[in-house]
């Protein structure tokens, strides 16, 4: 063998190992480890939400393998078959769910089994896995915030509303009057602070009168304190009083007033009609006339007789006590 041949072999040996180490380093990125086993399992998609090759697999929130293929079924573009691998010594239950979840805050997607630990069979390298697409984190908050954004259209739609009432309602002249009641309510509490202001003096002029007052007052509740006694006792006889006045015939004395004034009312309209002799007393005016003339004449004869007694009569008193003994001597 030439020097020639020699370099040409030596330069394919060192071709052939550089090329298998650059194939082992990127299996070996993509979980793809050719030197170790591996369970190779398959799940059906309607949508991956972006899960694409080199995706990490978790079970219970650690790392597990690898996504190492996104395909289409056989051309159907509904459907998605994802292959991914899981490392060596992990055996997954049977009835495990693979579902498709979003891995962090920034929307990086992945595998996430969702293990049964109810069976007791496990899935073999091959084998389709139960299939499940969870929101992500966007959609979530997506959902958390459509019933606001609903919410807030609808209060914005209220209150473009509630704007063009208040507009018609608060026109020029509304505004104007609003002013004035304003001011009507600024003069009303100058009033108010004017009259307190003079109530305050009130009371600090007339402090010792309103103590008096009061002190008084507390006289008085106490005297009607201390004679509770007496102030019951009054209110028990008026009580039997009532009683008694309820017990007697008030009716009837009532009935019978009433008949009486009735009656009188009768007589005095009698004596107005000139009816009776009291009647024709008030009514009849030359019976007036001549009981006038026989008083005056009476009257004349008791004065003649007054100033000259010894004229119509004469007589004489004699003592005996108690007892006086008249003697007529003339008749008159």
């Given at each position: ?22 194939i ?10 050719l ?21 990490h697999?978790?079970?219970s929130?650690?790392?597990v ?11 159907n ?31 990086t ?64 002249k509304?505004?104007k009057?609003?002013?004035l ?17 003079k ?85 009849d ?36 006590g108690?007892?006086?003994?008249v ?6």
């Open positions: 063998m030439t020097k020639d041949q020699r370099r040409v072999v030596k330069t394919g040996i060192v071709f052939t190992i550089i090329t298998f180490m650059i082992w380093g990127v299996s070996y990125i993509k979980s793809n480890d030197l170790t086993n591996k369970t190779i399992l398959y799940g059906v998609y309607d949508n991956v939400k972006e899960l694409s090759v080199g995706n697999v978790y079970i929130g650690t790392k393998g690898k996504v190492v293929n996104v395909d289409f079924i056989d051309g573009l509904n459907k998605l078959v994802v292959e991914f691998h899981i490392r060596k010594g992990i055996k997954i239950p049977d009835s495990t769910i693979a579902m498709i979840t979003s891995t962090d805050i920034m929307g997607m992945g595998l996430e089994l969702i293990i049964n630990n109810r069976t007791k069979k496990h899935y073999k390298s091959g084998d389709t896995l139960q299939t499940k697409v969870a929101s992500s984190i966007s959609e979530q908050v997506n959902k958390q915030i459509l019933p606001l954004k609903l919410k807030t259209e609808s209060m914005l739609a209220t209150l473009d509303s509630l704007l063009v009432a208040f507009r018609a309602v608060f026109n020029p509304t505004r009057n609003i002013n009641s304003f001011e009507r309510i600024q003069l009303t509490l100058k009033y108010l602070e004017s009259a307190s202001n109530l305050d003096n009130l009371i600090t002029s007339e402090g010792k009168r309103l103590t008096q007052i009061l002190k008084n007052a507390e006289s008085i509740t106490k005297n009607i304190e201390n004679n509770n006694e007496n102030i019951n006792k009054i209110l028990g006889n008026f009580g039997e009083i009532s009683d008694s006045l309820a017990a007697s015939n008030l009716i009837n004395v009532i009935y019978k007033a009433d008949n009486s004034i009735t009656k009188l009312s009768k007589v005095m309209d009698k004596i107005e009609k000139g009816e009776g002799t009291l009647g024709l007393l008030l009514e005016e030359e019976l007036y006339n001549n009981l006038d003339k026989a008083s005056k004449d009476l009257d004349k004869l008791l004065i003649d007789i007054k100033e000259n007694p010894k004229r119509y009569v004469r007589f004489s008193a004699f003592s005996f108690k007892k006086i003994i003697n007529d001597t003339d008749s008159i």
